[in-house]
């Protein structure tokens, strides 16, 4: 049985989250008897209105949902969470019993993370979350080094010998730092690493520390309501910015 490591919260180990969403006790009970067994906490809900307030309480590390609830659809409850800052960034996987590919469309533009077909055995649905959680924490841990990173590169340093203030006003002039939608390298076509969905370039910064060393910054939208996120074309690495 595959398991996810406990998530870390401050210096205390947490164990994973998951709040599951159906109205057929029976689907509740299989799924939620699994997970228990690998070790995780989970949660239940059997309507969109139960679901959506155990979601903005708690803010379980996962949501796995029906399409078709009492109260509030799957999709309406994905929607109203992916508006809402505190639950944007969680993962929503669907189960679905519809193999139309117009519902997964329609799943998947509501922000849904990931779309699984019933019938779906436990082992497989606790696969694909882990895939989720793996390549979110990937992304985290990613986020904080590049900032770091960037914070290193924009600390001040001490101006050599005769340098001034004005020097370096004529520099950035010179090195033609700026904000455009027209950068001079096509931004690369990339999708959202939290709902895989295309992202929208929205703008670029050009810039760099002298002309021998140029970079381009691309920042992207996610067209579902994840996020900003940027591009960095020398790391060759994504990270979310907002």
Same mark, same amino acid.
Not at 171 to 178: D, F
Not at 205 to 227: I, K, L
């Given at each position: 049985?595959?398991?996810?490591?406990?998530?870390?919260?401050?210096?205390?180990?947490?164990?994973?989250?998951?709040?599951?969403?159906?109205?057929?006790?029976?689907?509740? /009970?299989? *799924?939620?008897?699994?997970?228990?067994?690998?070790?995780?906490?989970?949660?239940?809900?059997?309507?969109?209105?139960?679901?959506?307030?155990? #979601?903005?309480?708690? !803010?379980?590390?996962?949501?796995?949902? #029906?399409?078709?609830?009492?109260?509030?659809? %799957?999709?309406?409850?994905?929607?109203?969470? $992916?508006?809402?800052?505190?639950?944007? !960034?969680?993962?929503?996987?669907?189960?679905?019993?519809?193999?139309?590919?117009?519902?997964?469309?329609?799943?998947?533009?509501? %922000?849904?993370?990931?779309?699984?077909?019933?019938?779906?055995?436990?082992?497989?649905? =606790?696969?694909?979350?882990?895939?989720?959680?793996?390549?979110?924490? /990937?992304?985290?841990? /990613?986020?904080?080094?590049? !900032?770091?990173?960037?914070?290193? /590169?924009?600390?001040?340093?001490?101006? $050599?010998? @005769?340098?001034?203030?004005?020097?370096?006003? =004529?520099?950035?002039?010179?090195?033609?730092?700026?904000?455009?939608?027209?950068?001079?390298?096509?931004? &690369?076509?990339?999708?959202?690493? =939290?709902?895989?969905? &295309?992202?929208?370039?929205?703008?670029? *910064?050009? @810039?760099?520390?002298?002309?021998?060393?140029?970079?381009?910054?691309? *920042?992207?939208?996610?067209?579902? @309501?994840?996020?900003?996120?940027? *591009?960095?074309?020398?790391? !060759?690495?994504?990270?979310?910015?907002?």
């Amino acid at each position: 049985m595959s398991t996810v490591p406990a998530r870390t919260g401050g210096e205390v180990d947490r164990r994973i989250v998951a709040l599951l969403v159906d109205r057929d006790n029976d689907t509740l /009970e299989m *799924y939620s008897e699994f997970l228990r067994r690998a070790g995780w906490d989970v949660d239940e809900a059997r309507d969109g209105r139960e679901a959506l307030a155990k #979601a903005i309480a708690g !803010r379980p590390d996962v949501i796995v949902t #029906a399409t078709r609830l009492p109260g509030i659809s %799957g999709l309406d409850l994905c929607k109203v969470l $992916r508006r809402d800052p505190t639950t944007a !960034r969680i993962p929503v996987l669907f189960l679905t019993g519809n193999a139309l590919e117009t519902d997964t469309r329609k799943a998947m533009a509501a %922000g849904a993370s990931r779309v699984l077909i019933k019938p779906c055995l436990p082992d497989r649905l =606790m696969s694909e979350i882990n895939q989720l959680l793996i390549a979110l924490r /990937e992304l985290r841990d /990613e986020t904080e080094a590049l !900032r770091a990173e960037t914070l290193a /590169e924009l600390k001040p340093r001490p101006l $050599r010998a @005769g340098a001034t203030r004005e020097r370096h006003v =004529m520099l950035n002039h010179v090195h033609h730092r700026q904000m455009t939608t027209d950068p001079p390298v096509t931004p &690369p076509a990339l999708v959202c690493p =939290m709902c895989f969905q &295309p992202l929208r370039h929205v703008k670029s *910064y050009v @810039g760099g520390v002298s002309a021998r060393h140029p970079e381009q910054w691309d *920042y992207f939208e996610c067209q579902t @309501g994840c996020g900003t996120f940027q *591009y960095r074309h020398r790391t !060759r690495k994504l990270r979310q910015v907002d």
